[in-house]
């Protein structure tokens, strides 16, 4: 693991390359020198061996000329000593060879110096023997002695030359030893530049290994990143370019190309190409905001179209900001998205919105006509039902009178639904300001709103102690109102009401069924009655705009009670239950979160 | 200042006739020793107001919406001028909507009366109205008693 960490720091394997490569030259040399130093040994030897066989060869040809002057002196023959006899040409080039090998050994060309001097006199005695041989008045005396003389030079010639021979030959094992010695030098001097070769071999060959495995994986690496950067450009519908500013170069990325309605690459990158995509109202724009970021290299933003060849048309926002390469060049880069989804979805949602606007202006005003120009003439009407009723009721017939009390009823009915339907438009619009509030104070104004109606029923209204909550008064007041108005009119004929309204912890079973993760999460306000109840099969009916349970004539409501109740509650991001038993009564559970939930 | 007595002067500014005789028959019928005068729009109010031979009235039943010069508009300029800073002004409308009930209060008015839909309720707030102690109202006035209530 270290070392690999080692091979991948390369400064560390430069340093032992160099290092490596030195002692390599440092061990070539020495072998080189080595190499030298032992041709020299071979050259010497060689020389050694060269001179030994000259002399040899020497000796051997003054034996020949001994011989065959023998041969002559005993047979006469001339034949024996025919003109090579005289001629010392061989000698002469044997002594010439010698001189020449042992030119850088004085001590040795002193050695052929004085041959040369013992030949010269052998070969002065051969002439003078032969001579005697020749002479018809020789004495043989005088040849014999010749002949002596001649045979001892011959011997102290053979003696010096076997000297000389010995003498090559003890320098020619001597250089031996050396050159064996040398050899073997050598060798482990090879041996070890090969091995450090090898090694050096190795290690670059490694090295060189483990960086293209490191480039692939950087590569793969590289590629991958492309490859999702591609992928997430084409699902995110965006595509990106860059400019050059030192060399005004352009690239286009593949969904750039893309999302003028063209394959990637489908021309050269660059500002005049890609404008003729551009819709034509919006080229100036478009070039004059690049032109001019190139010159302040501000950051640009600005909403466009491109219109493709298919005549497809894109709403493109892009944006641009500068930024500089690794060689120090400006670049600016670009991104542009396609937001053509969005903004027609923005165009609708405007158009929708400005609808939206209308109706509710359309509302506003039906609102109005409901709350007061329906109202005016309704009371118009009553009033001169009470006028009639006071004046003029008991002129009336049986019949007259009755079909009077109708009349006077439905318009009280009326009143009631537009007072109702004013009320559940307040409990839509208007401004939801949320502030600290006691109902305890809430439902003591109430009991006093209400006091004329609790007398008429002779009901009992029993309210515990009640919270402080952050609510939109006029409303909560109204679901109060509502709810007690409620158990008041749907009282059982023949028994006083009596309404309880108290604040109540949340049950564990409440928890479940309405999702309450904690009970301290929400107010619990229960109201009760004993009137007539109702199926709970209805329980989630009654909260209905328009719905009513009771169809006798003698429960005047408006259908709308209830349904504000709910309105308010939901405003008041909480939520309203209700039991009801037939011939029992009704228990409304108001859930209203505390502040935080708010 | 005006003090209660039996020739009160009640002035009454509506466009509509039916209310007028109403109120009317009202009075009529209270048999209250009073001067009622009945002006069927707001610029009749102001130019009435301004008459030299007048005698100022004592309480001025106000309707809000009416052709020409609106409710609003006749209280803000009754009440720019002091010349009738003794004026009782009763708002007298059919509408009960918050914004109205706090513009007039703002504007200065006394007192804000809701139409009623039932004869003898009005008969009862016009005796009400009529014989109310002013200056005890007024000194405690807020919004709540502000909106008169039968």
């Known amino acids: 693991m270290k070392i690999l960490g080692l091979y991948k720091n390369s400064q560390v394997f430069k340093i032992a390359l160099a290092i490596a490569i030195l002692v390599v030259c440092f061990i070539g040399s020495v072998f080189y020198s080595q190499m030298k130093k032992l041709d020299a040994t071979v050259a010497l030897i060689a020389n050694s061996n060269k001179t030994q066989l000259e002399l040899e060869k020497l000796l051997s040809v003054i034996s020949v000329y001994e011989t065959n002057l023998r041969s002559y002196i005993i047979t006469k023959d001339e034949s024996y000593i025919q003109d090579r006899f005289l001629s010392r040409g061989k000698i002469e080039e044997s002594i010439q060879n010698l001189k020449e090998l042992t030119a850088n050994d004085t001590l040795a060309n002193n050695d052929i110096n004085r041959l040369q001097i013992l030949i010269e006199n052998r070969f002065k005695l051969f002439r003078q023997t032969l001579l005697i041989a020749k002479s018809k008045n020789a004495v043989p005396l005088d040849l014999n002695e010749k002949l002596l003389e001649s045979s001892h030079v011959t011997q102290v010639m053979k003696a010096f030359v076997t000297k000389i021979i010995f003498s090559e030959s003890a320098k020619t094992k001597f250089q031996n030893d050396n050159h064996q010695f040398e050899l073997r030098d050598s060798i482990i001097t090879a041996f070890l530049l090969v091995l450090i070769s090898l090694l050096i071999l190795w290690l670059s060959f490694n090295k060189m290994n483990v960086d293209i495995a490191e480039l692939k994986k950087a590569n793969d690496k590289l590629k991958l990143l492309n490859e999702s950067y591609n992928t997430a450009e084409m699902t995110a519908n965006l595509g990106h370019w860059m400019v050059n500013l030192t060399s005004d170069t352009y690239s286009f990325s593949d969904n750039l190309f893309r999302l003028m309605g063209v394959a990637p690459n489908a021309f050269e990158p660059n500002l005049e190409n890609s404008v003729k995509y551009i819709h034509p109202d919006d080229v100036e724009q478009v070039t004059k905001l690049h032109m001019d970021s190139l010159v302040n290299r501000q950051y640009t933003s600005t909403i466009f179209r491109y219109l493709t060849a298919k005549g497809e048309l894109k709403y493109i926002m892009g944006v641009g900001s500068f930024t500089k390469n690794g060689a120090g060049d400006l670049i600016k880069i670009g991104v542009n998205y396609d937001i053509t989804s969005q903004y027609k979805k923005t165009l609708e949602l405007e158009k929708n919105n400005k609808e939206l606007q209308y109706i509710n202006k359309e509302l506003e005003a039906f609102n109005n006509i409901v709350s007061h120009d329906l109202q005016e003439p309704l009371r118009k009407i009553q009033m001169f039902i009470s006028r009639l009723e006071e004046k003029e009721f008991e002129v009336l017939s049986m019949q007259g009178k009755d079909y009077f009390s109708k009349v006077r009823a439905t318009a009280n009915r009326m009143q009631n639904l537009l007072i109702d339907l004013v009320d559940y438009s307040r409990t839509i619009k208007g401004d939801k300001v949320f502030s600290d509030t006691d109902l305890n104070a809430v439902l003591n104004e109430i009991m006093h709103d209400l006091s004329t109606n609790i007398e008429e029923k002779k009901a009992v209204v029993n309210v515990g102690n009640l919270p402080i909550i952050k609510a939109i008064p006029f409303q909560i007041k109204q679901l109060f109102i509502n709810l007690i108005s409620n158990a008041l009119k749907y009282s059982k004929e023949g028994t006083h009401p009596e309404i309880n309204i108290s604040s109540l912890t949340i049950t564990e079973k409440e928890m479940q069924d309405y999702k309450i993760s904690n009970k301290e999460d929400y107010y619990k306000i229960v109201v009760s009655d004993n009137g007539i109840g109702f199926k709970q099969e209805y329980a989630e009916k009654i909260f209905l705009l328009f719905k009513r349970l009771e169809t006798d004539a003698k429960y005047s409501g408006t259908g709308l009670g209830l349904a504000i109740c709910s309105r308010i509650v939901d405003n008041h991001k909480g939520f309203i239950k209700v039991k009801g038993e037939p011939g029992v009564g009704a228990e409304f559970y108001i859930f209203i979160p505390k502040g935080d939930l708010l | ?150």
Request: charged share 30%; net charge negative; aromatic share 10%.
């Open chain 2, 1 to 150: 200042m005006i003090t209660h007595q039996d020739s009160m002067h009640i002035l009454l500014v509506d466009d509509d006739e039916d209310d007028r005789a109403f109120f009317s028959e009202a009075i009529q019928e209270l048999k209250m020793n009073n001067k009622l005068t009945l002006l069927k729009d707001g610029n009749d109010l102001m130019d009435y107001l301004i008459l030299p031979e007048i005698k100022l009235p004592h309480v001025l039943f106000l309707d809000l919406n009416m052709p020409g010069k609106t409710g609003i508009e006749c209280l803000k300029e009754i009440r720019a001028d002091t010349r009738f800073k003794d004026v009782s002004i009763a708002i007298y409308s059919t509408s009960s909507s918050e914004k109205d009930i706090e513009d007039t209060f703002i504007g200065g008015a006394n007192i804000y009366i809701k139409k009623p839909n039932d004869f003898s309720k009005l008969k009862k707030v016009i005796k009400e109205v009529v014989n109310m102690n002013w200056q005890f109202h007024t000194s405690g006035l807020n919004i709540e008693t502000f909106f008169f209530s039968v």
